[in-house]
């Protein structure tokens, strides 16, 4: 089984920064690609940003420049660096593990338990 835990959520002022982590433990595949989600209330769920197994990142064009997404070494923990907060960033973050498909797509596998950012304005 697969465990995705989450941390680093809280509120904060626009214009400031926070960093969410999460530790996947359990069957953890060396091609994993690691992702976050986000969700405002009454919206969908959205893939915020992406890494794959080596390294290479994308990211939602809203959050390009403000976020860094990136894994430790053993590819176990995923982090969500967020700069220059803007109050449309006020979502529900869920970490994910999944993989990279051959068109270049993420697929989501197993959810972390999401974790609230709040940004004030």
């Known amino acids: 089984q697969v465990q995705l835990v989450e941390s680093g959520g809280g509120s904060v002022q626009a214009g400031g920064s926070l960093r969410l982590s999460c530790a996947a433990s359990g069957s953890i595949f060396s091609n994993n690609a690691m992702g976050w989600y986000r969700q405002a209330p009454g919206k969908q769920r959205d893939l915020v940003a992406v890494?794959?197994?080596?390294?290479?990142?994308n990211y939602v064009d809203s959050v390009k420049g403000r976020f860094t997404i990136s894994r430790d070494n053993g590819k176990d923990t995923v982090y969500l660096q967020m700069n220059s907060l803007k109050s449309e960033d006020t979502a529900v973050y869920y970490c994910?593990?999944?993989?990279?498909?051959?068109?270049?797509?993420?697929?989501?596998?197993?959810w972390g338990q999401g974790t609230q950012v709040t940004v004030s304005s």
């Open positions: 994910n593990l999944g993989i990279m498909l051959p068109s270049g797509r993420y697929g989501p596998l197993h």
């Open positions: 890494i794959s197994s080596s390294g290479r990142t």
